[in-house]
T-cell receptor, first 111, second 112 residues
Framework: GENVEQHPSTLSVQEGDSAVIKCTYS??????FPWYKQELGKRPQLIID?????GEKKDQRIAVTLNKTAKHFSLHITETQPEDSAVYFC??????????FGAGTTVTVRA | DTEVTQTPKHLVMGMTNKKSLKCEQH?????MYWYKQKAKKPPELMFV???????INESVPSRFSPECPNSSLLNLHLHALQPEDSALYLC???????????FGQGTRLTVV
């Protein structure tokens, strides 16, 4: 099955700085890559996703890049704010109803 | 409206009890999911229903029994659970080809 590795496990950034989280996947058949944000005690929330026919996607302060050759994808958050503090999960799917999640990154934005 | 509603929000049950978790979505999604999430871990897939039929069972113990009465509703029946089954149970739904998943708020289950 698909194996997704996520780094770093924790990330502390100063407010206003950028944050980058990286994930690698094992199965080249994976073609859908979502990112979820989960605040303490709340649901995982889909914040951005990318499909394998696209290299980059942006939505305001967040962007995702995909390198299919290297089998890795990254989440970039610019101008971080305290409300960006949360656990972020990457995931990969082969369009088979299964999402394989990374282990998660705990992001702390210092004011 | 990306809303998946789960009830109850919290549940405490004894090991001999029978209880049910409920999930509802009105987004017209044809795929519905149950996930289990332990603290500080990613969600783990339990079951997938596609067009109201069970399409994936990730080798979940029979003390968990899913049911999909119609395209908007998903239930998870619980019986004779163990303390290690205590977790956040998340329902999700999705539309396109079974890839996107929108999660409900979850039911925090404690087995005593």
């Amino acid at each position: 099955g698909e194996n997704v590795e996520q780094h770093p496990s924790t990330l502390s950034v100063q407010e206003g700085d950028s944050a980058v989280i990286k994930c690698t996947y094992s199965d080249s058949a994976s073609n859908y890559f979502p990112w979820y944000k989960q605040e303490l005690g709340k649901r995982p929330q889909l914040i951005i996703d990318i499909r394998s026919n696209v290299g980059e996607k942006k939505d305001q302060r967040i962007a995702v890049t995909l390198n299919k050759t290297a089998k890795h994808f990254s989440l970039h958050i610019t101008e971080t704010q305290p409300e960006d503090s949360a656990v972020y999960f990457c995931a990969a799917s082969m369009n088979d109803y299964k999402l394989s999640f990374g282990a998660g990154t705990t992001v702390t934005v210092r004011a | 409206d990306t809303e998946v509603t789960q009830t109850p929000k919290h549940l405490v049950m004894g090991m001999t009890n029978k209880k049910s978790l409920k999930c509802e979505q009105h987004m017209g999604h044809r795929a519905m999911y149950w996930y289990k999430q332990k603290a500080k871990k990613p969600p783990e897939l339990m079951f997938v229903y596609s067009y109201e039929k069970l399409s994936i069972n990730e080798s979940v113990p029979s003390r968990f029994s899913p049911e999909c009465p119609n395209s908007s509703l998903l239930n998870l029946h619980l019986h004779a659970l163990q303390p290690e089954d205590s977790a956040l149970y998340l329902c999700a739904s999705g539309a396109q080809g079974g890839t996107e998943a929108f999660f409900g708020q979850g039911t925090r289950l404690t087995v005593v």
